[in-house]
């Protein structure tokens, strides 16, 4: 119990990332009908750009109270969003928007994210380094454990804890910002039917931009949120990315929601692939299975669901 | 409109068809007497290192190039070859399917006198045949497979000790004071053969193994550490690379797991000790080779380095520095016996004896460094560095 | 002056010129009818006087002011109001959400004009918290003019409001229609059921390959032999 | 109802076009000066490199150039209507293949004195002695480069003032520079004295000549603007197959009078030489004569005759022409093997056998020839136009109807490049043809079928190229696990088998996943690649191997009666083998494409329902899509596993097929020929750049490249007939006058 309890957390804090990127995909799904594959850069410069900013005020072996250490995160999880933004803004800029001008087919934005994605990973490298472990400074004892889950021995550690709770929050308010305001309805509004919504005055155009920059500023959290608990570089985003990209479509994408159930639901399936009763010495389907056994849950979803777990809901359903 | 986008794309096409046919040659040899006028004084040799220079692994490409860098820059400021010599960079993405096309760009210049690399192991495999055709010397200094010295590749040499010399040793180590072990590998040619060695050995020994597997390209060692404390192995073995090995040291200290760490060499660097801090003490390396960073001439390459490439040697740099320079001594040797080609140099590097900055390297008649000169010796970290604990097979 | 004028537009996709130099007013307080065979342009015009196409040539003025080339989110501010061929609706949203969508040009939707929405299609209340995609077709046609209204339009833009629907919603919603142009909305208004368009309009057009062929008062294209035969299907002794 | 809010565009400073168009030349100048320049960041201090890029003086170029193009973008409408006088596109074009030539071509691949860049060989050049005055003043720095820009300036000059004066005096400065460029560049080579490889300071001279021919139509031509699909379509319907005889004369002249035929010891040896070199040797009288005098009179005869039917436009000569154009081509290649062959019974230069040594000059005497006996051939078949067609020079220039000939003339151009530009390449460009670009050419052909065709989405298509290797793993044994001895096969063998075990696997992943749409799809098939690669590392019941791959897989090799083929290490000889399957797959699905099949596709791509409606069975069709496309991926597995003689699982890694797809993609989705284009495009660009960038930041280059791309040409470098037609609607390409843009535009990509 204490075992599974133990993988649960580790699954949750590895699903509330995928969670954060997914939101990405599906948000920019549900106005374009578009899989962004460039969103997996946006979470790689959220993390460089984080560490940029938190590295000019803390440094490695310091040693902060609690109140400094959530400042620093708060400070981090800002600069990765606002980073993060604005790269999505530029993104949709210059490789969706000229081509939404020319009225090119589906694939070909496919294409020129996928350029995009090629070019701004590089250049990160290209103007950082291209080593595959840089590291955010330790100024806290990350694994120092908070708290026992109680009637076992499972621990949640520091930085579980920051991951869990500030994707929840991030979360949620996304979740209000799309449900509650204007912002919100104006991107279902092109969601589910463009040129009507523009008939009502929403100006497609900023829409689809605005909509990029919030998958923007999550998608860098995130990056932040990942750089903190692991490492950066500047290939960092693809297996994030095509994750996130598996957990969107498994909730079912265009639908916010459905993104956040999917994350978490692949970031504990990859972590409970051990616990598996036949995993054992010499069993089958040990941890280097964990990426078949989470394609072939996405399948079996699909399969039974063909549009996800919750179904599209932000995108129409064509 | 139309018509001026097509002809945008077919003078595009058209400079691109040119600077195709721009290399074209006559199939042969190639190249021009080695006493040309023009510019350049005396003969010019050629280095040539094939290895990832683009892509995801780049980063070990460009500490090896660094590497052969160094080494003949510091030959040509030294003057004393009576040559000059150049580099000649084969990018071959760390892919074995792209390293046919690296190595053809590497022999069709005939100045080109040997290779340092390929860096990886499939790409040796996937290019040795071919330099062997062409008497083309190749010194690696990073692919570590231990079948490679078997496929006969006839120029083929090695500057780092094979992955089965050490996996044996460190697992009888291992033997003598764990029941229990877990060996992990990263899924990588390099990391699964020194695990599987490692596995066969302590089984071969009475102990009891478990075995799991984690991609190289995964940062998240969760799961898989929370795995190894709750099988209750008395130690660890990790076969795979140094910054996948600083991540797992840390998921590991994360959960408390309480065994011994054990590694291979492809652990055992900064790069680990840097990464894993505090989380890297205690563990343990298994390693063919003297300690680089003690012997005086590696402090000096250390030096050089530095100050030339603005970020201290990583992995694989000292050992492509030692490779050219035993290339370059090879070349110096032949040229000194009389005829300088592929083959005469080939010649020379089979018998070379040469007190590297990794230790003092001598090939066996397959181009491997022979079994018996390289003790496997262990190493520690303690405090954040890594200090020798001497010959294994002797380590208490 | 007219509230709006459209002088001599030509309207191309790609190479097919889908408007050949058009020209017709809407006077304040009016109900206009468009009217044409399937493919004349009807839906065009009026796509490019509610912003959503572009012409390549000619103006069009509203309340004296160029306003071509504007685009459709833009264009709702000063008052024009597209209801789309084909209803339109958000169907992933409730009744509610979309008549505030109707009214996304203003900071707060007016409570007034809600109730009297509401007030004009009851149905609506009664369906106030359902998803628009589950309501009939003739529901969702007084709810994307409900929606349309929400916008407080000087010009409503009507397409097809009958498309598909029962001969008794038709009426309905004809009468509808009347009541809102009653209450002070011009309404220029596209249909293929020419009998009743041309009952409830003041004046019409008629439209043929993107041209105008025919224009009147609604009583004097009613009795137009060319329409009888061509939009009414009569049979004309010659 | 209430007023009116007035609202307009240009409210606020951010929205004023102008402003937002500074801005975004100011930023694209600064990412440009990021990409460009030696910096790299290090692990010491993070920032370096960024300060370096941008806090340097050098930043204040690139902000130059952003203003430049910030005015250029600005005055473009003004600029326009220049741009279509006559001679402005090949000055332009000129213009840029002399910087190329200049700045990014090697002009020398001599090691001894350069690392093969202009600049290096100039250096020392201007400073050797014994080189001639003249030559020595063109390589002093900014020389060149100030006669360039003169011709080019006054070149531009006459195309705007449309001054004769000028553009004769142009054109002559043009001249003069090109013939500068070459004669010092030819007395450095002979200083050198070694052959010469590079073909820069040719490429500068072709630039020099295009700006002079610019100079030159613009005194000659009348009109006011210039109509080049006009003019192409006017050079192919004067008379079929001309075209064709006019470059087969210009190759032939290279060919017979300049270039190497026989190069043993890099020695520059022309027909001349060669014939001289082997008067006395034991060479067959046919070679000796066809090296003698034959060579020459064939080629004078074949290029008379194919001339002088294409010009009567009689059949009967056509036919003739035809035929004497393919017995010079087999006498030419008899010539080239015994030369070679008597070359390499002496072991001139290590050559060991048949077809070593050879320089380019046989190759374009062969190119000639199979052009001119094409040009024969297309006269035959184009009948007598002078009757049927009254064709109107307006008609021509609107290029409305079939031009005849044309579409043959092009693929005639294609197999004479695939035919004989390999042999004269240089073994590396050779490695490339075979191991990367044939290799991705023929999975473009095989997943354009999934993507182009039939509309569907797979991002795992590089699975089955995997499963097409370890199937000819497994067969000749180069696996653990070893088949039964009476199965083991050689690889040529194991395609048929290859072909099989995919259109199995294409039709148990289709079958339980083709309902899905779209990117449903795509994810499914992106897993299943995924899951592939990872059965292959993970090794179960050992048959695959794992990391370590599968060595040793032997070379192909055909021993059937008396014929032994034996594909060793040369790549030549599988390249000719990639030829004879990418030709079939091409004939296969050529008529495919045009079949009922074909029309299904087509339906289900542009609407799955109506397609349904119609009575298309469309899992089917799907799946046969699919499978189709598996089978030629499993194809070039079998051939890539026999040729590299080993894999391992990182071949098959998802980036691979992401790039399949965007070779497919970006050259033109649905078109055959685009999508080979593609596949040979962005496989030979990395290798392209790797000597003109540094290595690490090709793919930062690729990635803009694709960018581009896909920005300024959506449909790919080579459309479909039929897609372009689902994007513009079924008329004619959007023109410029285009102005009913939807406000929304391309929003909601699904219909």
Redesign the interface.
Known sequence: MT?FL??LV?GL??GSMYALIALGYTLV?GV????N?AHSEVFMSGAFGS??IV?MFVHDGQHLAWWQVTLVMFLGLLSGALVGAAVAW?LE???YR???????????????A??????????A???????????FP?YFD??KAVFTIPGSGATV?RIQLIVIVSAVIMMVFLDRLVSGT?LG??I??VA?????????????DKTISRTFIIGGALGGAAGFL?GT???FSN??G??PG?KA??AA?LGG?GNIRGAMIGGLLLGVV??L??TFPWN???G?I???????VA??V??LV??FR???ILGE??G?A? | MRTRTLVNVAAMSAVGALALTACSNSTGGGGLSSSAGGGGGGTTYTVAFEGPLSG?N??LG?NEVNGVQLAIDQANAKKDLGFTVKLLKADDGGDASKAPAAAAQVLQDATVMGVVGPSFSGASKAVGKIYGAANLTIVNPSASNGTLQTLGFPTWHRVVPNDYAEGPAVADWMAKKFKKVFVVND?SDYGAGVAGAVEKELKAKGV????????A????Y???S??VK??GAQAMFYGGYD?QG??FAKAL???GFPGARVAGNGVKSS?FTT?A?AAGNGWYFSCGCQDATVAPSAKDFTAAYTAKFN?PPSTYSPEAFDATNILLAAIKAAKAAGTVDRKSVNDQVSKTDFAGITGQIKFGPDGDLPAGTGTVNLYTQKDGKIISLGDVSKAS | MSLLEVDDIEVRYGAIRALKGVTFDVNEGEVVALLGANGAGKTTTQKTV???LRPSLGEIRFDGQRIDGI????L??LGI??V?EGR??????TVA?NL???A??FKKPDSTIHDRVIELFPRLGERYKQFAGTLSGGEQQMLAIG??LM?KPRLLLLDEPSMGLAPLIIKQIFDIVKEINEQGVTVLLVEQNAAQALALADRGYVLETGEIVLSGTGQELLTDDRIRAAYLGEEIAS | MSASVQRRPGESILSNPLVGRAL?CL?LSF?LA??IGK?????QD??L??RQ?VLGPRILWFLLIGVLVFVLLTFWPRVQPYLNRPGIRPLAVGGLTVVVAYALLKWTDSTAVSDGKFGTLSDAASQTGTLAPLARTFFTAPLPWVLFLVAFAVGAAAVVIRRAVLSWVGAAIAVLAGVWAWYSHSLVQSLLGSPDHSTGALVALLGFLTIAAACAATALSAEESANTRGFINGVFAWRPGMPLVGVALLLGLAGFAIATWFSPGNRNATLVDTASMFSTTGLSPLSKAYLGWLGYVLFALSLALAAYAAYRRDARLGWGAAGLGLVSLVLNLVALHDISAVGASTAYDGATGAWQNLGTGGWLACATFLLLAGAGYIVATAGSERGTIARTKADIAAGIGKIPGKSKALILFVLAGALFYPPMATPFWQKVLVSEIGIYVLLAIGLNVV?GWAGL?DLGFIAFYAIGSYTTAYFVGALPIQPPEWMRLSPLLCIPIAIIICLIAGVSLGA??L??????L???T???G??IR??A??N?GNFTNGPRGAFGIPQPEIHLGPIHIDWGQASLQYWYLLLVIVGLVILAFNRLEQSRLGRAWAAIREDEVAAQATGVNTTRVKLLAFAIGASTSGVAGVFFASQIGYINPDNFV??NS?LV??YV??GG?GSLPGAMAGAAVLTWLPEFLKDQVPA??R??W??????L???FR???LIPAKR?AA??HGLDEPSSAETTA??????????K
């Open positions: 075992d133990n993988y580790l804090t590895r799904y374009l009908q578009l899989i594959f560490y940029l590295g530029g800029r210059v490789a000229p081509l939404r001008r020319r009225g090119a087919p589906k694939l070909a934005f496919l294409i020129s996928i350029g995009m994605s090629f070019f701004l990973s590089q250049l490298g290209k103007l950082f380094n291209r080593l595959s472990q840089n590291q330790s990350q694994n550690s204007k309805r104006s279902r509004g589910e039917d463009a040129p009507t919504a523009a008939l009502m005055g929403i100006d497609i990942f608990t692991f490492v290939i960092m693809f297996i095509v990209f598996a479509v994408i990859e972590n692939v051990p054992g010495s010499g089958w040990g941890l280097q299975w964990t990426d078949v394609f072939v996405l399948v699909l399969v063909p549009t996800g809901r932000l129409r064509a | 995801d780049a980063q460009i899924l009891t193994v478990q075995t799991a597997g984690v991609d390209k995964t940062t998240d969760g799961a898989i929370q795995t709750q099988s910054a600083a991540l200290t994360a959960v790069v990464g801090g970020t | 509610s912003g959503m685009p459709a989110h833009q709702i501010h109001c597209h789309p339109r609706v958000f169907p992933m949203m959400e505030e969508m109707g996304f040009r929606r349309a916008g | 975004g930023a990412v990021l990409m910096q790299e960041g290090t692990q993070f920032g490199a960024f890029a993507v989405l339980p996943t309902r899905l749409r779209g990117d449903y795509a994810i499914v992106l897993g299943f995924e899951i990872i059965v590392v993970n179960p998802l980036n992401i797809v965007a993609v970006f989705m690490e930041d793919q930062m690729i990635g803009a490249v694709i960018l791309m896909m920005i959506p449909a790919g897609r689902e994007l843009v939807a406000a929304n535009e391309g929003m909601g990509a699904t």
